[in-house]
């Protein structure tokens, strides 16, 4: 597929229902997410609904002709004071055409006003992810085990990048 030059852009509260829906997309492909569907936490209700009030709560987007197409956030890690957890989703269609590596390449600009490192857990069979991530300057720092809402027990790796 060609590459494609998507709008990435902080996201406001207006995106939420585009950004749920994305998310839900992603989970019910079964492979790529440990829940079955959006789960609130305090963390993401912040990013999505309140963002001024939680700067730190980064959440960009990805839109083509108005549709958001992916989404990418760095959400505090409450037990570590500095460090920032990583997740993206893209929808299927939009894989393989550089969304995620734009999104991830605006998200870590911003990053470095708040944290000193990221950390990212991603399913070692997870490819085209771990690609990015690795271009990006994500280092590999462990493997761990997780379930997955539709695959068990899965392998994952923990990766960070100091900022």
Same mark, same amino acid.
């Given at each position: 597929?060609?590459?494609?030059? =998507?709008?990435?852009?902080?996201?406001?509260?207006? %995106? &939420? @229902?585009? +950004? $749920?829906?994305?998310?839900?997309?992603?989970?019910? #492909?079964?492979?790529?997410?440990?829940?079955?569907?959006?789960?609130?936490?305090?963390?993401?209700?912040?990013?999505?609904?309140?963002?001024?009030?939680? =700067?730190?709560?980064?959440?960009?987007?990805?839109? %083509? &002709? @108005?549709? +958001? $197409?992916?989404?990418?956030?760095?959400?505090?890690? #409450?037990?570590?004071?500095?460090?920032?957890?990583?997740?993206?989703?893209?929808?299927?269609?939009?894989?393989?055409?550089?969304?995620?590596?734009?999104?991830?390449?605006?998200?870590?600009?911003?990053?470095?006003?708040?944290?000193?490192? $990221?950390?990212?857990?991603?399913?070692?069979?997870?490819?085209?992810?771990?690609?990015?991530?690795?271009?990006?300057?994500?280092?590999?720092?462990?493997?761990?085990?997780?379930?997955?809402?539709?695959?068990?027990?899965?392998?994952?790796?923990?990766?960070?990048?100091?900022?």
């Amino acid at each position: 597929m060609n590459s494609l030059s =998507p709008l990435v852009r902080r996201a406001n509260r207006v %995106d &939420a @229902g585009q +950004i $749920i829906a994305l998310i839900n997309a992603v989970c019910a #492909e079964g492979q790529y997410f440990s829940t079955p569907h959006y789960v609130p936490t305090p963390q993401w209700e912040a990013a999505l609904y309140h963002p001024e009030e939680a =700067p730190d709560h980064l959440l960009y987007v990805a839109e %083509d &002709a @108005g549709v +958001i $197409i992916g989404e990418a956030q760095i959400l505090p890690c #409450e037990d570590q004071p500095g460090v920032g957890e990583l997740g993206i989703g893209v929808y299927e269609s939009y894989r393989g055409r550089k969304v995620g590596s734009e999104l991830l390449a605006q998200l870590l600009k911003e990053a470095k006003l708040y944290y000193n490192k $990221i950390v990212l857990y991603v399913l070692i069979t997870n490819d085209r992810a771990l690609h990015v991530f690795e271009k990006a300057g994500f280092h590999e720092q462990g493997r761990r085990y997780h379930d997955y809402a539709h695959l068990g027990k899965q392998e994952q790796l923990v990766m960070q990048l100091k900022l």
